[in-house]
């Protein structure tokens, strides 16, 4: 694995409005299935921008076996690249941990219709 690039506070600060503007990217993008974006679902585990402006994500599926996660990966990283300022995005599938329900945003559980204020069992 490559050495990571630690940033800055000046660093920080300069690169957040442009990390923002990258999770607003990310939650254009919905799973086929679920009418959620994938962020809120729970779906993207790290996501981090060098001062180079390159992104880095790592992402899992709610299943192995999605038929979409192509197409899904794809969109995802069309809709970082177009973002104004990002220089180039590249995107990591895991399934470790494995996804589950409790990833799921307040604003997910919301739309999905589950109880926001029952913690899971």
């Keep these: ?3 990571k690039e630690v940033l800055t506070a000046e660093d ?3 690169l957040a409005p442009l990390y923002d503007a990258v999770i607003l990217a990310v939650k ?5 299935e679920i009418p959620v974006n ?3 679902l ?3 585990y790290e996501l981090n921008i060098n001062k180079d402006h ?3 994500i790592l992402m899992t599926f709610t299943a192995p076996n ?6 899904v990966i794809a969109e995802l990283q069309h809709s970082v690249e177009q973002t104004p300022g990002v220089k180039s995005c590249k995107i990591e599938l895991t ?3 494995v996804w589950d329900q409790s990833m799921l945003s307040d604003e997910a559980r919301v739309i999905l219709g589950y109880d926001v204020d029952v913690a899971d069992e």
């Design 1 to 3: 694995m490559e050495e």
């Design 12 to 14: 920080v600060k300069e």
């Design 28 to 32: 254009q993008v919905y799973d086929p």
């Design 38 to 40: 994938i962020y809120d």
């Design 42 to 44: 729970g779906l993207i």
């Design 54 to 56: 390159e992104v880095y």
């Design 66 to 71: 999605c038929p979409m996660a192509d197409e």
């Design 95 to 97: 399934f470790d941990p």
